[in-house]
């Protein structure tokens, strides 16, 4: 059975970076694509960025296009999403994701392709 879990999440300042982690227990993690997630309170959950099996490909929308930067080590089956110059409106749980498929971009991750999902690690950036 595949799980994931998130760590890493906690109270910054902004201006703070974080790294995002995620453990991936279970198989086939190398042959999919991965994925992070974030829900802010009151809003509803969005997509922010995505990886292919290799690591080769990434995609990111725009709003967090470069300060976030995703990465995975299918060794160690983790993915990791590195988030620097944290702004208050980067407060949300943020979630991994592995897709039953490979990589995504666009609208193409606003789809029902991810498959398993982690509980999240929340965020608090204070101004």
């Known amino acids: 059975q595949v799980q994931l879990a998130e760590s890493g999440g906690g109270l910054v300042q902004a201006g703070d970076s974080l790294r995002l982690s995620c453990a991936h227990s279970g198989r086939d993690f190398e042959i999919y694509g991965m994925g992070w997630f974030r829900q802010a309170p009151g809003r509803e959950r969005e997509f922010v960025a995505s990886i292919s099996w290799s690591g080769e490909h990434t995609y990111y929308v725009n709003s967090v296009r470069g300060r976030f930067s995703i990465s995975r080590d299918n060794s160690n089956k983790m993915a990791y999403l590195q988030i620097s110059s944290l702004k208050p409106e980067d407060t949300a749980i943020y979630y991994c994701?592995?897709?039953?498929?490979?990589?995504?971009?666009?609208?193409?991750?606003?789809?029902?392709?991810?498959?398993?999902w982690g509980r999240g690690t929340q965020v608090t950036v204070s101004s």
């Open positions: 994701a592995r897709r039953a498929s490979d990589f995504c971009s666009g609208d193409g991750c606003n789809d029902h392709m991810w498959e398993y």
